[in-house]
């Protein structure tokens, strides 16, 4: 920034001198370093709260499957799977999950949400574990405890993964 200030016979020019430029320079770059330097906790906050997310998603949508068949089927339910294997009388669209024992069930999701039996392109790994000795019913056919353990990534080691556990209790009535 020049300006003309005349005082006299002679005019003078007033300006940043060149140590004031470079002051204004380092701060505007140490502000600049420590913008970019938070950029990756950003980025992997982010990618870990989408995990998070759809880790909840995924449980719900199949608890949502479990309790909506248990009053008609509790000994048989079915989870959708997908993509629907093409029709073949050894394949079916469905996993059978029998609520009146106690089991285990391992599925994949993708990063979609949706559940499949292929670990191939799978992002979360689903494991389901019932429990039919449940506190407070009498009879354990009519009631399960049912885990649904939604760990990522699908094909890590077990010490490598995240995961969270979501339960719930599904009656048949």
Not at 57 to 86: D, K, R, T
């Amino acid at each position: 920034m020049k300006r003309a200030v005349i005082y006299g016979p002679r005019a003078r020019t007033c300006g940043f001198s060149l140590a004031e430029v470079v002051i204004a320079l380092g701060v505007i770059t140490v502000g600049i370093v420590a913008i970019l330097g938070v950029v990756p906790t950003a980025l992997q906050t982010g990618h870990s709260a989408q995990d998070e997310t759809r880790a909840a998603h995924i449980a719900q949508s199949v608890f949502g499957s479990l309790v909506a068949e248990a009053p008609s089927q509790f000994n048989n339910v079915q989870l959708p799977l997908y993509p629907p294997p093409s029709p073949s009388p050894t394949q079916t669209p469905y996993l059978s999950i029998n609520l009146t024992g106690s089991g285990t069930v391992t599925l994949y999701a993708s990063n979609d949400g949706q559940l499949t039996n292929s670990a191939t392109n799978a992002t979360y790994l689903v494991t389901i574990y019932t429990n039919n000795s449940v506190p407070g019913f009498t009879d354990p056919a009519s009631a399960n405890e049912v885990t649904v353990r939604v760990a990522w990534p699908a094909n890590a080691p077990a010490a490598n993964q995240t995961f969270r556990d979501y339960v719930r209790i599904v009656s048949k009535y």
